[in-house]
């Protein structure tokens, strides 16, 4: 079962609003990511953790939040977005730093 | 330069026919390849691992050509479900994947 798990689909948020993303996987991957995909753009890695350790930041605006509570989990804290914000937001794990990533439906977040 | 360069396409084609993607990456130091495929609207999902040696999965070629930084993707017998674009994925020595621009693929009846 290669299955990542992304809630909520769809989000609208007002740029005063906090709101999070949430990903799971129960594939014991020791590796999760935040990915960024505008239309007709390739995804852009934002941030990495490794062992439930920040490992990787992308020079990310501090209005994006991540957080790893558990190995299974990786939440995307979201405070004060801009309506360039604006895109897919993907989640996606290996089983180690330098494996092959599966990747979550997806988040498709509008800020208004 | 990019790090990942490949055709944007699209490739209109018809059903049945064999379309070759090409991909380039700039970093030599890659350590890893990799074919996704992404339908509109939906995550990338992995179609296969590129190795040097070459391999294959049903109608699907891949072939890594280390020295000349190059990668490709052979589709054989195309079939309406193909279309998709396809990114063409490398990871660097930095734990990052990077990724094409994409090749849209359009299969017509």
């Not at chain 1, 020791?30 to 930041?57: C, D, G, H, T």
């Not at chain 2, 179609?47 to 020295?67: C, H, I, K, P, W």
Request: charged content about 20%; overall charge positive; aromatic content about 10%.
């Amino acid at each position: 079962d290669t299955e990542v798990t992304q809630t909520p689909k769809h989000l609208v948020m007002g740029m005063t609003n906090k709101k999070s993303l949430k990903c799971e996987q129960h594939m014991g991957h020791r590796a999760m990511y935040w990915y960024k995909q505008k239309a007709k753009k390739p995804p852009e890695l934002m941030f990495v953790y490794s062992y439930e350790k920040l490992s990787i930041n992308e020079s990310v605006p501090s209005r994006f939040s991540p957080e790893c509570p558990n190995s299974s989990l990786l939440n995307l804290h979201l405070h004060a977005l801009q309506p360039e914000d604006s895109a897919l937001y993907l989640c996606a794990s290996s089983p180690e730093e330098t494996g092959t990533q599966y990747f979550g439906p997806g988040t498709r977040l509008t800020v208004l | 330069r990019k790090e990942v360069e490949q055709d944007p396409g699209p490739f209109n084609v018809p059903e049945g026919a064999t379309v070759a993607f090409n991909c380039t990456y700039s970093n030599s130091a890659s350590q890893s390849f990799f074919w996704y495929r992404q339908d509109c609207r939906k995550e990338p999902k992995l179609l296969m691992s590129v190795y040097s040696s070459g391999n294959e999965d049903g109608r699907f070629t891949a072939q890594l050509n280390r020295a000349s930084q190059y990668i490709s993707l052979l589709i054989r017998d195309s079939k309406l479900s193909d279309s998709a674009t396809y990114l063409c994925v490398v990871l660097t020595g930095f734990q990052k994947l990077v990724f094409g621009t994409g090749t849209r693929l359009l299969v017509s009846p």
